[in-house]
DNA sequence: TTGAAAGCGCTAACAG
DNA sequence: CTGTTAGCGCTTTCAA
């Protein structure tokens, strides 16, 4: 079986020429029904299928869309790269995905390559590194999600209200009674954490309570480092609430807590950010602003699709997509 | 900078014919160093990157693996597919990722998707649709991970020890004192999770335990699920320890016992499976059997390759790797 | 050591 | 409506 059938063996097969049988494949205008019919039969008969090495090399189309993350293993991310990838696979366009590490070299080395294999357009996360987005071509799709690119670039960019999300979850802390309120977040310049922080700052401003630079817990989205800076300073700064830019801060923040004693929610009160699957069914269950992943994903595979098949779609646009709070056991 | 520069470009700059640029490019043999400085001066100063789908078509070869999997956002699969990707990507070649969504109808898409795109090898893990196996051509590389193929086909085949992992856990749990042990499990025939069940079941032998069938939860692996067959079960059948063969499972469990007023791990012990990064971090944490994805995905991708260089090794071997109990709060 | 030329499998003028 | 032909960019004989 392993013999590769080529147009060739199909056009001899059906008694025409490659070029009837490519017409045939790709949209059967002008072509007889009858001939039609001769060249699916033998397409059938010779199981064969078109090789799409060949065809890209011609067209200079791959059918084909690069997502470049920071990390496949935050279910963010990967809830994300699921939302994309089921759309593009409506549309029959494949996904080439790859892990940057939040490494800008190996995000370069992606880029690349990327290039090199001629994806149509590319979903781009970026780890932060601005610079790589110079290695754009004018011409190619690029919908850039998450964390937006400070440069003026004119570039589509989508996300998350995520300053409107940073401004619920302070807000309810604050009704609920907190005045004391930490929030976690991660060290970057540049990503959504710092619209939640402004969020937060205006919520505080709101409700006349002071902002407190100290208040700022920086840390990387991860499980243990956060635990440590909680432990750091949890009895070196009085609070009784906190805002973490992700669930994955909480989970740390809740679980270092009560090691040591704390109470949540009594004594102190934790609101999230994500609304992971997990948040539900921590123990305490995790009040949090949700994100519409899904709509996220969706939305930027529908943008690069219709960007690559009309490429001068003029100024470039951004699109916020709403959050909301989902109210769990973190709160009273 | 949009214009797309080829070998001719190059040729023509460094004053040689293409098939000279050609040679420099692949290995340089039979070239004198002046025409190769030559050539190598005239790629950068255009910035000549080769077009790998030309090369593709002349060479066949496409230096691209797929990679299929039944679902990104389970943390398994994630890891899985990063560590797979970290070490194809040394060897600078690309990854395919494609999620069958456990549905042998897109998993059968993607296959057939994967084999038009000439990948040079394929990693697979199956939705539990063997005859899948089927559409791969005799000479394709390939590697299965996790989930056994049951037909007695000459494939590659990689995972943990299973039965062995639910040995330890089972054996852990009656050794802290449990004697009615419930085991959770998902409902496909052929997977991890039956080797584990044989495991279960060996240990309980072992300690003259009798075997009831009723005591194996069969659910989704699914947060909310599991749920709903604990609420159903729990005042029908006594039970004072739970192997929960995967980590999701244990969390719903201890979620949703916790509810009932069930104290974990007082009034019931429970043993998780996978050691997802969370199991440390859960309230309470949760003793688990950790499995050695890295060193998986790592050989799976090794595996590939040398399969890709070598594709005559003969009989195709298995390989499991070993497992190990990590003791934590939700047993004593 | 180098160049000319064929051809990988396909699509797209162009001619008929 | 159909066939002939050129050529996408590269690698690889073959001849020089």
Redesign the pocket.
């Not at 205008?29 to 039609?36: I, L, N, S």
């Not at 064969?48 to 065809?55: F, K, L, T, W």
């Given at each position: 079986m392993s013999v590769?059938?080529?147009?060739?063996?199909?056009?001899k097969e059906a008694?025409?020429?490659?070029?009837?049988?490519?017409?045939?494949?790709?949209n059967g205008?002008?072509?007889?029904?009858?001939?039609?019919n001769k060249v699916n039969t033998a397409v059938k008969k010779l199981n064969?299928?078109?090789?799409?090495?060949?065809?890209g090399?011609?067209?200079?189309k791959t059918n084909s869309v690069g997502l470049i993350l920071p990390d496949i293993t935050n279910e963010f991310f990967g809830k994300l790269a699921k939302s994309i990838e089921e759309k593009l696979n409506e549309h029959n366009i494949n996904l080439l995905l790859c892990n940057s590490n939040e490494n800008p070299k190996i995000e370069k080395n992606y880029i690349e390559a990327l290039l090199d294999k001629s994806v149509d357009g590319l979903i781009f996360i970026s780890s932060g590194f601005d610079e790589n987005l110079d290695l754009f071509p004018e011409d190619l799709p690029v919908v850039v999600i998450d964390r937006r690119p400070s440069a003026d670039r004119n570039i589509y960019f989508i996300s998350s209200e995520n300053k409107k999300g940073g401004y619920l979850a302070t807000k309810h802390l604050i009704e609920n009674g907190c005045r004391d309120i930490l929030m976690l977040k991660d060290e970057k310049l540049v990503s959504p954490m710092n619209e939640r922080l402004l969020g937060y700052q205006a919520a505080l401003r709101d409700y006349n309570i002071d902002f407190r630079p100290e208040y700022i817990i920086k840390s990387k989205i991860d499980l243990k480092e956060i635990k440590e800076k909680i432990l750091k300073i949890h009895n070196k700064i009085k609070f009784d609430g906190i805002f973490a830019g992700a669930d994955r801060l909480a989970i740390g923040a809740i679980r270092t807590l009560s090691k040591l004693g704390y109470q949540i929610p009594a004594d102190i009160q934790i609101v999230g950010f994500d609304n992971i699957p997990f948040a539900k069914y921590y123990n305490p269950s995790i009040t949090t602003i949700a994100q519409q992943i899904d709509k996220i994903g969706h939305k930027s595979a529908e943008l690069i699709i219709e960007l690559i098949n009309n490429k001068n779609m003029g100024q470039a646009d951004s699109f916020y997509f709403p959050v909301y709070l989902i109210k769990r056991e973190s709160t009273t």
């Open positions: 590769k059938i080529s147009m060739k063996d199909v056009a008694g025409v020429s490659v070029s009837t049988v490519s017409r045939v494949l790709n205008k002008y072509v007889t029904d009858e001939t039609k064969y299928r078109p090789n799409v090495i060949a065809r090399l011609r067209t200079q």
